[in-house]
């Protein structure tokens, strides 16, 4: 019997040994899930991240290119501005014409001469209310002919309309 009850200590100690193992395991597999879990939230936040980034960096794109548009489009518009000052109509009468105001109308023909770079003022011998043509020559302006612009410091605040308003009493194409 003695040796009965060895073995059946013994298979009580191989028992107990796996009921311990199984119940530490538990807490072991519990633990592998969470860490796994953790690493899932770490990844995705990664992604997470990434995304906010790149859409932030598309965002900046979308808005350069927008600001790109708007501004080519205002140069437009000054430049059909430009064109009907170059009818000889004062600033006050464009400026009517186009529901703005004469300052709008002068910003909008000061851009489209900042477009313009080679374009330099000369100032006619004799010439009055600050009339200048293109350092250009000939040519060079948008009707083939030379280029006549009132310059900023002529077309002053004064109120009203008429063909004086913009560039002076008798000032005109050169």
């Known amino acids: 019997m003695v040796r009965k009850a060895k073995a059946s200590a013994a298979a009580n100690v191989v028992a107990a040994r796996e009921r311990a193992q199984q119940l530490a395991m538990a807490p072991m597999a519990r633990q592998q899930r969470l860490v796994d879990r953790a690493t899932d939230f770490f990844l995705a936040t990664e992604r997470q991240d990434l995304a906010r980034e790149e859409g932030e960096r598309k965002i900046r794109e979308i808005r350069e290119r927008v600001v790109e548009q708007v501004e080519a489009a ?39 001469r900042a477009q313009e770079p080679e374009r330099e003022p000369v100032r006619e011998p004799g010439a009055r209310g600050g009339v200048a043509r293109s350092a250009a020559g000939p040519g060079a302006g948008p009707g083939g002919g030379a280029a006549v612009v009132a310059s900023d410091a002529g077309d002053g605040g004064a109120a009203g309309g008429g063909a004086e308003d913009a560039r002076g009493p008798g000032a005109g194409a050169v």
């Open 74 to 112: 205002r140069v437009e518009a000054g430049a059909a501005v430009v064109a009907m000052m170059g009818e000889d109509e004062p600033v006050g009468a464009v400026a009517e014409r186009l529901g703005l105001r004469r300052v709008d109308v002068q910003e909008l023909r000061r851009l489209v």
